[in-house]
């Protein structure tokens, strides 16, 4: 089946603690890129990837970190993660670039306390 | 101005009812649109993608009007499984990089 993969679903942590949130894809897709969404502000690009080895910053890339070694991975790292972080976040892939349809993780809930 | 804005409603609307939801934007070098369905707590998933000649998908419809950069959304005869929250999405290259920018959403409840 053609998923996007994210773990953990739910997580909550301590200031500081640095956490990794993980996202496969099966589908072969060039493009990932991770979002947050909070009340009234909608999902918020915070950094994407065209292709293997190759990340940009997105709308709010502050306090995140991203790599793309494989093609089908897609990691978000928080090194120093802080309470304005409490948020959903959510993978994505398409084909290729965003201008393709998005398939999106099932999301994951952080709790920075 | 946001980059994307749409009425956050709620749209509360019944049965069988047409709903048309708007969704404006501000750059004008933008290059794809798209309307995503997200249901509560759960991932946002395409419903369908906007082209300059308008398209439609059964009951659904999607217009895109670049000289005054908005794109809409009609729904006919609206179903119970049609409550969720629709987002309009816009998509281009913004300063030398691809640019995604979500709307925060239009919340559309239909009633029995």
């Known amino acids: 089946e053609a998923q996007v993969t994210q773990n953990p679903r739910y997580l909550i942590t301590v200031t500081g603690k640095k956490l990794t949130v993980t996202c496969s894809q099966n589908?072969?897709?060039?493009?990932m890129s991770w979002y947050r969404q909070d009340p009234g502000l909608g999902l918020r690009q915070i950094y994407y990837?065209?292709?293997?080895?190759?990340?940009d910053k997105g709308d709010v890339p502050e306090g995140y970190k991203v790599s793309r070694k494989e093609k089908r991975n897609f990691p978000l790292i928080l090194e120093s993660p802080s309470p304005n972080q409490t948020s959903l976040y959510f993978c994505?892939?398409?084909?290729?670039?965003?201008?393709?349809?998005?398939?999106f993780g099932q999301g994951t809930r952080l709790t920075v306390v | 101005r946001k980059e994307v804005e749409q009425d956050p409603g709620p749209f509360n609307v019944p049965e069988g009812a047409t709903v048309a939801f708007n969704c404006t934007y501000s750059?004008?070098?933008?290059?794809?649109f798209f309307w995503y369905r997200q249901d509560c707590r759960k991932e946002p998933k395409l419903l369908m993608s906007?082209?300059?000649s308008g398209n439609e998908d059964g009951r659904f419809t999607a217009q895109l009007n670049r000289a005054s950069q908005y794109i809409s959304l009609l729904i006919r005869d609206s179903k119970l499984s049609d409550s969720a929250t629709y987002l309009c999405?816009?998509?281009?290259?913004?300063?030398?990089?691809?640019?995604?920018?979500f709307g925060t959403g239009t919340k559309l409840q239909v009633i029995p």
């Open positions: 994505a892939s398409s084909l290729w670039g965003s201008n393709t349809e998005a398939f």
């Open positions: 999405v816009v998509s281009g290259n913004s300063g030398g990089y691809q640019k995604v920018t």
């Open positions: 990837s065209m292709n293997v080895e190759v990340t």
């Open positions: 906007v082209y300059s």
């Open positions: 589908m072969n897709h060039e493009y």
């Open positions: 750059n004008s070098a933008s290059q794809s």
